[in-house]
């Protein structure tokens, strides 16, 4: 079993603070608020930043205004005392997350099946997860994950024996991820505790994983480690089935008017 990585209590109150700042800053209220980067995919180092991510509405009226309103909420990136590293906190729009769900976006589900939660509403950021899952394609979310996937790979093989520590884990996350839609035929989790839980995994490959993992909690970002021959096989597997993105003839109309709907549901919400 891999286990889940923790953030610090202190930690996450911290942050709730600063995501209720942004969110009087900019008169929204927050769906959903989630870690979306190493910590929360399982692997973080000693010098890992916070990356924090959000969805939020804004009020019906500004909706209705002729002045188009900006789809993002993007803070600077600071070294924060509290927290001893860098705190990156960036927020989409309802809408703009709804039409990346149309689109079948890899990035808006993880936001939405994170398991580091800061804050939700959990009705609301219930619905739109569904609504994201009925309209995802497995093929497009293979496609992303190959891609993230053989980034990292390329990386791996310039770093020749000694690659950095932190790109075995960029390359093995999205391999387990592709393993996962290609047995399963289901959306994958986005944390390596949840995507190792697969019966085929060979138990031989898990303990590498969590000698790994214990080795990236104590290492920095910049670490190298020597080449691992079941990682190399695993992830030259992966990307071996070889996944062209689908493109799309045109919104489906059913879909979009589901996606009206809970789109106005959504910023008519009080809670």
């Not at 209220?29 to 916070?50: H, L, M, N, Q, T």
């Not at 939020?56 to 909420?73: F, G, H, M």
């Not at 609504?131 to 891609?147: E, G, P, Q, T, V």
């Amino acid at each position: 079993m891999i286990e889940r990585s923790s953030i610090m209590e202190r930690a996450c109150t911290h942050i709730s603070e600063k995501l209720d700042a942004a969110a009087q800053e900019h008169n929204v209220r927050i769906i959903k608020a989630v870690e979306s980067g190493s910590r929360a995919w399982g692997f973080a180092s000693k010098d890992s930043d916070y990356d924090v991510r959000f969805i939020y509405a804004r009020s019906p009226d500004s909706y209705l205004s002729v002045e188009p309103c900006r789809d993002t909420i993007e803070a600077p990136l600071v070294d924060d005392p509290k927290l001893g590293v860098p705190l990156d906190l960036r927020g989409w729009d309802i809408r703009k997350a709804l039409q990346l769900a149309i689109k079948s976006n890899a990035v808006l589900i993880e936001w939405l099946t994170s398991p580091v939660c800061y804050m939700e509403n959990a009705a609301a950021a219930g619905e739109l997860l569904h609504f994201a899952k009925s309209c995802a394609n497995l093929n497009n979310l293979s496609y992303h994950y190959n891609r993230l996937a053989g980034n990292a790979w390329d990386k791996i093989e310039e770093g020749e024996d000694n690659p950095r520590l932190k790109l075995y884990c960029y390359a093995l996350r999205p391999a387990l991820a592709l393993e996962w839609i290609d047995k399963s035929r289901d959306v994958p989790p986005m944390d390596m505790h949840s995507l190792c839980s697969q019966s085929s995994l060979d138990e031989r490959f898990l303990a590498e994983i969590r000698k790994l993992l214990m080795l990236k909690s104590g290492a920095n970002e910049e670490d190298v480690v020597p080449r691992n021959a079941l990682f190399d096989k695993f992830i030259i597997s992966a990307l071996e089935k070889k996944v062209e993105k689908q493109k799309t003839k045109g919104l489906d109309q059913e879909i979009l008017g589901k996606a009206d709907q809970l789109f106005r549901n959504l910023i008519f919400q009080r809670n």
